[in-house]
């Protein structure tokens, strides 16, 4: 089975890599490097810096017109992302990189207008792919959800969204809590990213900044907890929320490279 590949700008525009006239004749998206630090001969941390990717493109179109249609559009696509300074994504098997692509180099474009091959190089500062999976909740009789469950070989960072008038709305996952100190009205909506380290509020489609108004845990001895952050662990997790507001988990499987389907 080819793999299923495609771009798709930070405005949702895509651009297909496997079908209609433009197809992946090579990459290296699959590869991947940790850096490391040593100390004494002994390795003591792995990290991954800014990462490029290269894919090979060919553009194979029954027309003219439809040859001159796709290479316009693949610039067009691809270049807004840098012009804005926010990146696009690179689809693989349902796993996204975000990344921009910074080059673009092309041979036997002359012959045909039907036709070219295309180089594309991708820069990525987040070089881990990803795919949203939905937690796994259990209810108790009354519907109640009393766990969730990571079903994931590893924790996770996650996107917590809890819409629905309540007054601080929170939620308790293992032992942190999750949420903000203020009034959430019905048509409001709070998100937590832990990836982005972002805590918002979305009000009438506007994303209004609610990081000051997180949540915060002090020990009894007055030491500073913050836990809005703190990943989700693998398998089954206590939860605890109110019953005045609705809330949704998605969980991000971050893997060094695109699940092999």
């Known amino acids: 089975m080819l793999e299923t590949v495609k771009y798709q700008n930070h405005l949702g525009e895509e651009i297909n890599f496997s079908e209609n006239g433009i197809y992946v004749k090579s990459s290296d998206l699959h590869d991947y ?3 490391y630090t040593e100390r004494g001969g002994k390795i003591t941390s792995f990290k991954r810096n800014v990462i490029n990717k290269k894919i090979d493109l060919a553009i194979s179109c029954e027309s003219e017109d439809a040859g001159i249609q796709k290479r316009n559009a693949l610039v067009e696509c691809c270049e807004k992302d840098v012009l804005a300074r926010q990146p696009g994504k690179i689809f693989v098997n349902g796993y ?11 041979s036997k474009y002359l012959d045909s207008m039907k036709t070219m091959l295309v180089s594309l190089e991708l820069l990525s500062d987040e070089p881990f792919w990803v795919k949203e999976v939905e ?14 469950t990571n079903l ?18 929170t939620v308790v996952i293992g032992n942190a809590i999750y949420g903000c100190t203020f009034t959430l ?12 380290k972002d805590i918002y509020k979305l009000a009438a489609g506007e994303k209004i900044n609610a990081f000051g108004d997180r949540y ?3 020990t009894p001895d007055g030491k500073f907890v913050d836990k809005n952050f703190k990943k989700i662990a693998a398998g089954s997790n206590y939860v605890s929320a109110g019953d005045d507001f609705q809330w949704s988990l998605t969980l991000y499987d971050e893997r060094s490279e695109p699940k092999w389907i």
Do not use: R
């Not at 996204?96 to 092309?106: A, D, F, I, P, R």
């Not at 996650?158 to 601080?168: E, P």
């Not at 009205?185 to 982005?196: F, H, P, Y």
């Open 33 to 35: 490097a940790w850096n």
């Open 96 to 106: 996204y990189l975000k990344c921009y692509v910074t080059s673009s180099s092309k």
């Open 135 to 148: 937690a796994t909740y259990t209810a108790d009789s009354s519907g109640a959800i009393t766990s969730v």
């Open 152 to 169: 994931l070989n590893h924790e996770a960072n996650f996107c917590l969204k809890i819409s629905g008038a309540t007054d601080n709305p």
């Open 185 to 196: 009205l019905a048509n409001e909506q709070l998100v937590i990213d832990s990836m982005a």
């Open 216 to 218: 915060i845990q002090y």
